[in-house]
Nanobody, 115 residues
Framework: QVQLVESGGGLVQPGGSLTLSCAASGITFHRYNMAWYRQAPGQQREVVATVTSDRSTNYGDSAKGRFTISRDNAKNTVYLQMNSLKPDDTAVYSC?????????WGQGTQVTVSS
């Protein structure tokens, strides 16, 4: 059974930092391209950051210069370090794993940026 379990969300003040984690099980993790998406209320889901199986990274415009995606294949985990958070970053952040025609999603973790 494939599971992607996100953690690390919560309430943070503007300008603060959070690190999200996504622990994967049931997949050959190192083969998968991993990504973080987010969806704010009333908005479409958008890609935040991606890291490929060979560790190439890419970022959505909203994340560039503030967020860092990384992966630890030994722990089957992908991370999203988020700095300089803004109220506009408030959303449910979800982990995605993709390999060829296989794709899996986590349940998501809420991030709220508010004073």
């Amino acid at each position: 059974q494939v599971q992607l379990v996100e953690s690390g969300g919560g309430l943070v003040q503007p300008g603060g930092s959070l690190t999200l984690s996504c622990a994967a099980s049931g997949i050959t993790f190192h083969r998968y391209n991993m990504a973080w998406y987010r969806q704010a209320p009333g908005q479409q889901r958008e890609v935040v950051a991606t890291v490929t199986s060979d560790r190439s990274t890419n970022y959505g415009d909203s994340a560039k210069g503030r967020f860092t995606i990384s992966r630890d294949n030994a722990k089957n985990t992908v991370y999203l370090q988020m700095n300089s958070l803004k109220p506009d970053d408030t959303a449910v952040y979800s982990c995605n794993a993709k390999f060829q025609f296989l794709e899996y999603w986590g349940q998501g973790t809420q991030v709220t940026v508010s004073s």
